[in-house]
């Protein structure tokens, strides 16, 4: 039986958008991430977080940087038993102030490839998986790749609702944040919240 994926985006949805972080102590979590991340486990899926770093691209920030950055992030989570299983990212961007980052790439968000990349690595059911985030492509790339997408209102979630609620391709939810957007899909699956084993 194949693997499923809550995939998370990382900026306004695990912690605050704070623009383009070079450093892990810039890194601000929300207080309900833990927690929501934990109930990711106990519902059985794999917690993969998919973000779009164009910083890199743009010379905001080295790439080895943002490895730093992930890596601390990903330590500090499992330390308080709520691990990431995968972070994916993509630095590209097609007016990159660095040359070999200046493409139309198929990993940045709303495009699937950072998806189809996780569901080849990780053995994952696309389709019984879940899309959680703040923006308007975290949205559009879940329905890409076939998952059910869920907007939270944190981070750019307001405006980005703005954008979609007209939309012929609105979100399957809308929560107030990471933590509600996982007990509504704990309720969805008729799936109570366990301890993970």
């Known amino acids: 039986m194949k693997n499923r994926a ?10 605050k958008d704070v623009g383009y972080p070079s450093d ?35 010379g905001l920030i080295p790439e080895a940087a943002l490895r730093d950055i992930h890596e601390r992030l990903g330590g500090a989570l ?23 980052y200046r493409r139309d790439c198929s990993c940045r968000k709303p495009k699937p490839g950072m998806g189809r ?6 053995d994952l ?16 790339f879940g329905q890409a790749i076939g998952a059910t997408s869920i907007l939270v209102l944190t981070g750019f979630g307001r405006r980005s609702w703005t954008a979609l609620r007209k939309s012929a391709r609105p979100p399957a939810h809308v929560a107030r944040n990471l933590r509600t957007a996982v007990r509504w899909i704990a309720r969805r699956e008729n799936r109570a919240v366990r301890p993970r084993a």
């Not at 499992?78 to 040359?99: E, F, G």
């Open 6 to 15: 809550i995939f998370l985006d990382r900026d306004g949805t695990i912690n």
């Open 24 to 58: 892990f102590g810039q890194i601000r979590l929300y207080p309900f991430s833990v927690e929501a991340i934990r109930d990711i486990h106990r519902l059985g899926f794999l917690a993969v977080v998919v973000t779009n770093q164009s910083g890199i691209g743009r």
């Open 78 to 100: 499992k330390r308080q038993k709520a691990p990431l299983d995968k972070i994916y990212y993509c630095p590209h961007h097609v007016r990159a102030a660095v040359p070999k």
């Open 117 to 122: 990349k996780a569901a080849a690595e990780l």
């Open 125 to 140: 059911d696309l389709r019984k998986s879940y899309m959680i985030g703040d923006k308007v492509e975290d949205v559009r």
